[in-house]
T-cell receptor, first 112, second 111 residues
Framework: SAVISQKPSRDICQRGTSLTIQCQVDSQVTMMFWYRQQPGQSLTLIATANQGSEATYESGFVIDKFPISRPNLTFSTLTVSNMSPEDSSIYLC?????????FGPGTRLTVL | GQQLNQSPQSMFIQEGEDVSMNCTSSSIFNTWLWYKQDPGEGPVLLIALYKAGELTSNGRLTAQFGITRKDSFLNISASIPSDVGIYFCAGQLEGNEKLTFGTGTRLTIIP
């Protein structure tokens, strides 16, 4: 398995600001993913982040709103830009390893 | 985006009872995964299924990959208090690719 950490674990932000979430994994992985989990809901994929190439976004998610960096094989960031209360969610990164996917603990974001 | 239909949505059981939940899709998946999520945590992988018809166990948990590749079920035998949480199924077309998640089953154990 993989050990994944995320920073921050939670934050409360003001409308109109941006927050960058970091994801660190303890082994080198090609595929990393960012998911959103709205309150009481299931997980929805935001984008796939591969090292050395631009992230691939799912329908309904755009780069201007959720810019992603993937500078190396163990690290990625997701920025939630120009936040509104509707962005209040848990944001989770995950990695694919040996045909299985492992998740970080999540970042709980509240936008006021 | 697409979500898999998971049932039941919630379950209230007594400790020691067996639990069964399932997940259905309108499209085929080549891998099925079952996760458990505790409050404030990320999902933890319980069982992975790679072949149609496959039946796999992990302790008190047993999961099966449906023959049609459009469904999967998870059984928990002799439930204990730490089984409380939300269980998600997830389908995957190819290895190491994105997951499509089910709607979740919330398990509560009545004292």
């Amino acid at each position: 398995s993989a050990v994944i950490s995320q920073k921050p674990s939670r934050d409360i932000c003001q409308r109109g600001t941006s927050l960058t979430i970091q994801c660190q994994v303890d082994s080198q992985v090609t595929m990393m993913f960012w998911y959103r989990q709205q309150p009481g809901q299931s997980l929805t994929l935001i984008a796939t982040a591969n090292q050395g190439s631009e992230a691939t976004y799912e329908s309904g998610f755009v780069i201007d709103k959720f810019p992603i960096s993937r500078p190396n094989l163990t690290f990625s960031t997701l920025t939630v830009s120009n936040m509104s209360p509707e962005d209040s969610s848990i944001y989770l990164c995950s990695v694919a390893l040996h045909n299985e996917q492992f998740f970080g603990p999540g970042t709980r974001l509240t936008v006021l | 985006g697409q979500q898999l239909n998971q049932s039941p949505q919630s379950m209230f059981i007594q400790e020691g009872e067996d639990v069964s939940m399932n997940c259905t899709s309108s499209s085929i998946f080549n891998t099925w995964l079952w996760y458990k999520q505790d409050p404030g945590e990320g999902p933890v992988l319980l069982i992975a299924l790679y072949k149609a018809g496959e039946l796999t166990s992990n302790g008190r948990l047993t999961a099966q990959f449906g023959i049609t590749r459009k469904d999967s079920f998870l059984n928990i035998s002799a439930s204990i208090p730490s089984d409380v949480g939300i269980y998600f199924c997830a389908g995957q077309l190819e290895g190491n690719e994105k997951l499509t998640f089910g709607t979740g089953t919330r398990l509560t154990i009545i004292p």
